[in-house]
């Protein structure tokens, strides 16, 4: 494979008043790189390039910036206890961008180049990596148009870069949601499915209302009815009722997380029945008066577990139970991640 090397760049050592992994947080520091692609329509993809990362602009006509047409990835890479650094089912987001750039008319990226470039970030990035258990890489594979041109139509050049960010392991928090019954994320038909920056956008006004209101986050609610779940600020949402746990299916307005299906796996694999389901308010506040709600949380590769302890729309606050099952799932999870145990070690691919 052929790249530039920076010269001199890789080896330099992390500054002095590095800060201590707690202290990374998430997406505050940057890699002093980008590992990308290019892709012209009439030659196809070209070799990987190492660039500094101030040194690739993006054009400010491109229709990435324009028309939003760009999609992304966000993947993670750990330390192990004997120090081996992997990647955490790089494949599987391999295959969600690719998902994700068809639906954007975008030139979908081989598994192949995803993991060459994924595998050079990182070790371009090694150093950053923080020690086994304190923390991870997070990986931001972005494919968007940089063709300078301003008509609206599939671009003909394109890129795909990969950022990373050192950050801190996430710690377990306990969030209170509004459920927005005004705005939406996504409706049938669009483009919810897609990780793009305009499902964010989409997103942002509702989390502000809610945090406006005196809440950690928005749940964002089905476009049609405004009364079933649909995620959960950025993550995909699960509820515990009785012995089940249920989560919204994958109807085109969800996001495919690949967190949302590890979760999914681990359930299963303890024998929790697990069923893909709709959920609506209603049925969650009669739960709730029945005494048979558990625990619900949000799931997603930034914050991996996040507890939900109410879900109000105003009219009716729905409280759930802290049943011990999201923190057994969060610590199973940080485990696989890790490499702490050998369960599910095919999710886990060596740099
Ligand atoms: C992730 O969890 O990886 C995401 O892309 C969500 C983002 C808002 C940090």
Redesign the pocket.
């Known amino acids: 494979m052929m790249h530039t090397q920076p010269p001199g760049l890789y080896e330099a050592a992390l500054p002095e008043d590095w800060p201590q992994p707690e202290a990374l947080g998430?997406?505050q520091i940057l890699g002093p790189y980008l590992v990308h692609a290019q892709h012209c329509a009439e030659s196809g993809w070209h070799a990987p390039s190492v660039s500094a990362r101030a040194a690739l602009p993006v054009p400010m006509a491109s229709a990435g910036l324009q028309y939003g047409f760009s999609v992304?990835?966000?993947?993670?890479a750990y330390r192990d206890a004997s120090d081996r650094i992997h990647l955490f089912r790089p494949r599987d987001h391999a295959r969600r961008l690719q998902h994700s750039a068809q639906r954007l008319v975008m030139p979908e990226p081989t598994e192949e180049l995803f993991m060459t470039l994924c595998q050079l970030a990182v070790q371009v990035h090694a150093r950053y990596v923080p020690p086994h258990g304190r923390g991870s890489l997070?990986l931001?594979p972005t494919l968007y148009a940089e063709e300078d041109a301003l008509g609206f139509r599939p671009a003909s050049r394109h890129r795909l870069a990969v950022a990373v960010t050192p950050c801190s392991d996430p710690v377990l928090r306990h969030n209170r949601l509004w459920a927005e019954t005004e705005l939406i994320r996504a409706a049938p038909g669009g483009i919810g499915a897609a990780?793009t920056g305009g499902n964010?956008a989409a997103g942002i006004a509702g989390q502000q209302r809610a945090r406006q209101k005196g809440y950690d986050d928005v749940i964002w609610l089905d476009a049609l009815t405004h009364r079933e779940l649909a995620e959960a600020?950025?993550?995909n949402v699960f509820v515990q009722i009785g012995n089940e746990v249920l989560t919204p299916p994958l109807d085109g307005t969800i996001l495919p997380?690949i967190?949302r299906d590890s979760v999914l796996r681990l359930l299963r694999t303890e024998g929790v029945p697990v069923s893909e389901h709709r959920i609506s308010l209603d049925e969650l506040a009669a739960a709730g008066m029945a005494g048979q709600l558990g625990t619900a949380f949000g799931v997603?590769?930034?914050?991996r577990l996040t507890m939900i302890d109410e879900i109000s729309d105003g009219s009716t606050a729905i409280r759930f139970r802290d049943t011990g099952l999201a923190t057994r799932l969060y610590d199973k999870l940080k485990q696989v991640q890790e490499g702490a145990t050998h369960a599910l070690r095919e999710w886990r691919v060596a740099v």
Do not use: D
């Open positions: 998430f997406g992304f990835e966000g993947l993670k997070y931001r990780k964010y600020g950025t993550m997380g967190t997603g590769t930034a914050a």
